[in-house]
Structure formats: structure tokens, C-alpha cells
């Protein structure tokens, strides 16, 4: 049974680039969150996807965008790249409404923008 | 504004003795808590969550954590550490307030277990 699967593992961009990261779920979730994790900090929540709308939002700029698929994947879309955006990103998945609650996080992306 | 603490940055502990890594937690409501493990260059792995009931949970490799409502915390244990458990350990909270599909987070807390 996959887990969370994030894609591309590593990444470098210029700053004022667009980056489109890639998140597939766990096999019988149907919703996906991302977080950013900044060196040395704990993660930030960026958004949360369910039935392929944004349910929730973090306090990130409209630089960061989403979007999840019939089949439940997701993406995470940046315009416009800081260096601040320099971090590793994870995407979690769950299931809405499962007994068994919890999330279950891919192991990232990290994203350096130069 | 609702946060998660984790009053230490590191913990050190030698192997065989027992480990606490402290987490308090400032969210409305009844919040849902968790424990994840986080090893370089790697995501991060579900230790175990407080959602209610016993006040002591128990978890992945012989963790647990000891939920006390009126200190707001949700401290991690193990009775005896390993050098594998060395690692940064993030405690997390959900609020069931206002529809929050969302974790906060704490900083984090780096576990080193000597041999």
C-alpha cells in the first residue's frame, strides 16, 4: 500500500521563477493539505484541498496556489519565487470523516530558490 | 493566536534511560494532538494522537504521551531510549473549532541519545 508520494524530491529555481510541485495521496484518502517547512522550524500550513476545492487557507500570499485532481492528486503551484520560498514542502493526505483519523505525510520536496 | 510550544530545543538523554520531550499547546476547543518523528532529509513519520478518552496514549516504537487538560500539555515518554531514537520530534495540534482542517505545529525539539 503507497504511502504519500511527492514529486520532484529536490529542486533549484531563480527567483521570479514558477514551480508546480506534485503530491499523490495515500490510497483511500481523499484529501490533501501542503505545509511548508522552513529550516529549523516546525511546518506552516499553506492550504487544504477536498473535492478539488480549497477548503482551508494559511496566512500565505496568493503567490501560492493549488489545485486537486478527480483521482485526488494534487498540486502546489508558486509564482513569482522568493528566496524566502526556500524550503522543503510537505504534502500530508487524510481521509475526511474516517474512524481512523490522522494524516500521513509524504517526505517532501525541497524547493532552494537562488 | 492559537500555538503549540515546545519549551526545549534539544534533549539529551543517555541510552536506557527514560526521555520526556514537553510540548503545551494554546488552541480553543478540544483539540485533537499528535506526536510525529522527523529524520534528515526525510518527511515526517506518525508517532501517535490524543483525539480522548485515556489520558495516556500509546504509540509507535514505545512511545507514549501523557495528555492533562488543565496544564494543557502533551508530553512524549519513553521508559527506556535507543540511539535510533535520536531525532527531531514535532508535537502538533488540530483545533475542532470554526471547521480547522488544519495542524499547528510546535518548533521542534532535537532528541540525542548518547551511548
Known amino acids: 500500500d503507497a504511502g504519500v508520494t511527492q514529486s520532484p524530491t529536490h529542486l533549484i529555481k531563480t527567483r521570479g521563477q514558477q514551480v508546480t510541485l506534485r503530491c499523490s495521496p495515500k490510497s483511500g484518502h481523499d484529501t490533501v493539505s501542503w505545509y511548508q517547512q522552513a529550516l529549523g522550524q516546525g511546518p506552516q500550513f499553506i492550504f487544504q484541498y477536498y473535492e478539488e476545492e480549497e477548503r482551508q487557507r494559511g496566512n500565505f500570499p496568493d503567490r501560492f496556489s493549488g489545485h486537486q485532481f478527480p483521482n485526488y492528486s494534487s498540486e502546489l503551484n508558486v509564482n513569482a519565487l522568493l528566496l524566502g520560498d526556500s524550503a522543503l514542502y510537505l504534502c500530508?493526505?487524510?481521509?475526511?470523516?474516517?474512524?481512523?483519523?490522522?494524516?500521513?505525510f509524504g517526505s517532501g520536496t525541497r524547493l532552494t530558490v537562488v | 493566536a492559537q500555538s503549540v510550544a515546545q519549551p526545549e530545543d534539544q534533549v539529551n538523554v543517555a541510552e536506557g534511560n527514560p526521555l520526556t520531550v514537553k510540548c503545551t499547546y494554546s488552541v480553543s476547543g478540544n483539540p485533537y494532538l499528535f506526536w510525529y518523528v522527523q529524520y534528515p532529509n526525510r518527511g515526517l513519520q506518525f508517532l501517535l494522537k490524543?483525539?480522548?478518552?485515556?489520558?495516556l496514549v500509546k504509540g509507535s516504537y514505545g512511545f507514549e504521551a501523557e495528555f492533562n487538560k488543565s496544564q494543557t500539555s502533551f508530553h512524549l515518554k519513553k521508559p527506556s531510549a535507543l540511539v535510533s531514537d535520536s531525532a527531531l520530534y514535532f508535537c502538533a495540534a488540530e483545533g475542532q473549532m470554526d471547521s480547522s482542517y488544519k495542524l499547528i505545529f510546535g518548533c521542534g525539539t532535537r532528541l540525542l541519545v548518547r551511548p
Open positions: 500530508a493526505s487524510s481521509s475526511t470523516g474516517a474512524p481512523n483519523y490522522g494524516y500521513t
Open positions: 490524543y483525539i480522548t478518552g485515556d489520558n
